[in-house]
């Protein structure tokens, strides 16, 4: 695949069109059609919680989100292959996998609504906090694939960036290090097309990102990142060859950032309605509807009623988060050591010393 | 030199534009790039309309590392340009620390003066904007600590112009902390003209008798109202906006400690190690006879600044400095 598909001619691994059609059989991934119709459904599951966190936070109940919208089918072909036992090391943009790994829709909008415990991911195995500083997060993949050669265990890891994180000094040592450790990771870059306002062309003059993992001696792929089929082969194969002792393998997914960088943002700074409404028609989700309901695998009319059910859903775990405990003092300072500095404890009890005189104030 | 030109209302974002503008239009050696800062005009908007203005090739969008941005800037300083740097938030200034700490800080002293690095790496810093992680931090302490850095804080419109314009015209290597908590929330007349404020000296706010209050950057404001309180309660407190953290003025500190005997600190970061323990070392060398209490610290807890729900115990009140002050005069 990798040499079918080599990134140095900018070739594009793509199994099926933007009408559904399965253009590249030889290359279809081995799914049963139960699996198949559980991944539209988690990734429509996902869109609906993505869409709604971005209304919760323009109702003022949520903090800064950053939409997934458009992305969905990198999570969805990441969820076919990840086992319980592998590792996600995230970046911030990957709610399905997520979810897929695990962690509770509550507990994700707790992140966003500004609690920590929100980014512990209690119940999904192998996953680590999300990193803000972009990159960063790929070099700690290469050290977890080191653990997993030292301790002879049967793990993969998986680590996501986006196209602009491609920019970083962490970024080219993350790779270099798994390379030439033999570490088994897949690192998946999200290239969505944007970093904040800074499209793809002005962050690099590489034809794609793909290549860039070729000059480190990693075997790469530039993978349609909204095609579920696509996606899952190359994830699958790329899983194949990490666990099997061949090294690290970068797979370029090549998507588009349909909603804003985060809810912050406006995009209509810097690019256009048009722009935007042609990506529309290679939405990942509109792309698998079409081969299931080819296929007779899906019902359309019954979409709307099964996003209905989604959507109370989604509001009962958002519920769940707003009705979360307050955050007490001692949680500041709780977590920062496992052995707590003397010092630290001094300054919490003349906080609450100061917290009495102030209620005496009133 | 202190102009006396037309005035203009502004916000701290638009009397740093507006320093910009003015150096870009007045200086053709400056550059000014970064994250986003070209053709969105940076997340804050702080560069907005100034691609336009003066150009792809002055004012532009860099790739995404802070590594490679302030590197660049330290050879563009080497070869003859004035670079001005943005550094998307405070968090995210540590890639760059190599670059800052070991050429931008030293490349004047390891070629005995033959390159200069007259350079400014700009960055909003502070809490109270309920962000996500590593958006909050106030790290002045860090900057200031190194050799061969000078770092700036400004607390209002009218210093964010002209200490931005003294720092674009100084030939060091500038850090320039903008309290974004307080970004759009103060407005104030500023001259339209170009007027500069000299980096190094510390300005005496309002004057006091009983106490000395020192602090910069978005604490100006809550000591204002913590003054306020204080004054209720028959209490005169001297108010000092540092302005400069390094070249710190400890000559006004000295002189004001002198007549009031007692002071406080205030500032957003961490309290170990911090600028109000260097302070607190100056003032004992300088003025230990005059001093009538131990000097007291209003500052952050030694912890990492708390998601959104938690920031409120970490950020410094007015009550809560207002209480140092108690502390200070009843001690
Ligand atoms: C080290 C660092 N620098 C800057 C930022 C601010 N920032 C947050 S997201 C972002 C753009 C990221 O773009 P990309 O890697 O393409 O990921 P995307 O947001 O598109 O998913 C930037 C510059 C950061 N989080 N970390
Ligand atoms: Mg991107």
Redesign the interface.
């Known amino acids: 695949m990798f040499k079918e598909f080599s990134p140095l001619e900018d070739k594009l691994f793509q199994v099926m069109d933007k009408d559904g059609e399965i253009i590249a059989p030889e290359w279809m991934p081995e799914i049963s059609d139960e699996r198949l119709v559980k991944a539209f459904k988690d990734m429509l599951f996902a869109r609906t919680a993505d869409l709604m966190a971005v209304s919760y936070q323009r109702q003022g109940r949520m903090f800064t989100y950053p939409p997934n919208f458009g992305q969905e089918a990198i999570a969805g072909g990441m969820a076919i292959v990840m086992r319980d036992q592998d590792w996600l090391v995230p970046a911030f943009r990957e709610l399905g996998a997520w979810l897929a790994k695990g962690a509770s829709l509550r507990d994700i909008f707790l992140y966003f609504m500004g609690y920590e415990e929100g980014t512990v991911f209690r119940g999904a195995n192998n996953m680590v906090p999300i990193a803000v500083p972009i990159a960063s997060q790929i070099v700690h993949a290469a050290g977890i694939g080191y653990a997993i050669n030292y301790n002879k265990k049967d793990e993969v890891v998986y680590a996501v960036v986006g196209d602009g994180g491609t920019s970083e000094g962490d970024f080219a040592e993350g790779l270099n290090f798994a390379a030439v450790w033999n570490a088994p990771v897949v690192y998946i870059v999200q290239n969505n097309q944007f970093a904040i306002s800074v499209p793809f062309k002005k962050q690099t003059r590489s034809i794609n990102i793909a290549v860039k993992g070729i000059a480190f001696g990693v075997d790469s792929i530039k993978v349609d990142g909204n095609d579920i089929f696509a996606m899952t082969k190359a994830v699958q194969v790329a899983h194949e060859h990490a666990s099997s002792g061949k090294g690290p393998v970068l797979i370029e997914a090549v998507t588009y950032r349909r909603g804003a960088h985060t809810t912050s943002d406006d995009p209509t700074k810097y690019r256009t309605k048009e722009e935007e409404e042609s990506w529309a028609c290679y939405d990942p989700i509109d792309r698998l509807r079409k081969y299931l309901v080819k296929k007779n695998l899906w019902d359309e009319s019954k979409e709307e009623s099964l996003i209905s059910e989604y959507k109370k859903e989604v509001d009962r775990q958002f519920e769940a988060a707003e009705n979360y405990a307050p955050y007490p003092l001692e949680d500041v300072f709780k977590y920062l050591y496992v052995d707590m500095p003397d010092d630290l404890k001094v300054q919490k009890v003349e906080h609450e010393k100061f917290l009495k005189w102030k209620e005496g104030l009133k | 030199m202190e102009g006396g030109s037309e005035m203009k209302v502004m916000t701290i974002v638009q009397a740093v534009t507006d320093a910009l503008d003015i150096k870009l239009a007045e200086d053709p050696t400056i550059v000014t790039f970064g994250?986003?800062v070209g053709?969105?005009?940076g997340?804050f908007r702080v560069t907005e309309g100034l691609q336009k203005k003066h150009g792809e090739h002055r004012v532009f969008?860099s790739?995404?590392?802070?590594?490679?941005i302030v590197g660049t800037a330290v050879g563009m300083a080497m070869a003859g340009l004035r670079p001005v740097v943005e550094m998307q938030f405070c968090?995210?200034v540590?890639?760059a620390f190599n670059q800052i700490i070991s050429h931008a800080a030293r490349i004047h002293n390891r070629s005995r003066g033959r390159y200069k690095t007259p350079m400014v790496i700009r960055f909003p810093y502070g809490g109270g904007i309920?962000?996500?992680?590593?958006h909050s931090e106030s790290m002045e302490v860090l900057y200031a600590h190194i050799p061969g850095l000078k770092v700036v804080v400004p607390s209002t419109p009218y210093d964010a112009k002209g200490l931005l314009i003294s720092a674009i015209e100084s030939d060091d290597t500038i850090i320039f902390m903008e309290p974004k908590r307080i970004y759009r929330a103060i407005k104030q007349e500023v001259p339209e003209e170009k007027f500069t404020i000299p980096i190094g000296k510390a300005k005496v706010l309002s004057e006091g008798t009983d106490v000395t209050v020192v602090a910069y950057g978005a604490m100006i404001r809550e000591a204002q109202k913590a003054l306020a309180l204080a004054k209720k309660d028959g209490i005169s407190a001297e108010l000092i906006d540092l302005r400069t953290i390094y070249p710190i003025d400890r000559e006004t500190i000295a002189q004001s400690v002198k007549k009031t005997g007692r002071l406080v600190v205030v500032h957003e970061g961490p309290?170990?190690f911090g600028v109000a323990a260097e302070i607190s070392a100056m003032v004992e060398e300088d003025v230990f006879q005059h001093l009538e209490a131990p000097v007291t610290r209003v500052t952050g807890?030694?912890?990492?600044v708390?998601?959104?729900?938690?920031?409120h115990?970490?950020i410094i009140s007015p009550?809560?400095i207002y209480?140092g002050i108690q502390k200070s005069v009843r001690y």
């Open positions: 994250e986003d053709v969105e005009g997340v969008d790739p995404l590392a802070e590594s490679g968090g995210f540590y890639p309920n962000a996500l992680e590593h309290t170990t807890f030694d912890t990492i708390p998601l959104p729900r938690g920031e115990h970490y009550e809560k209480y």
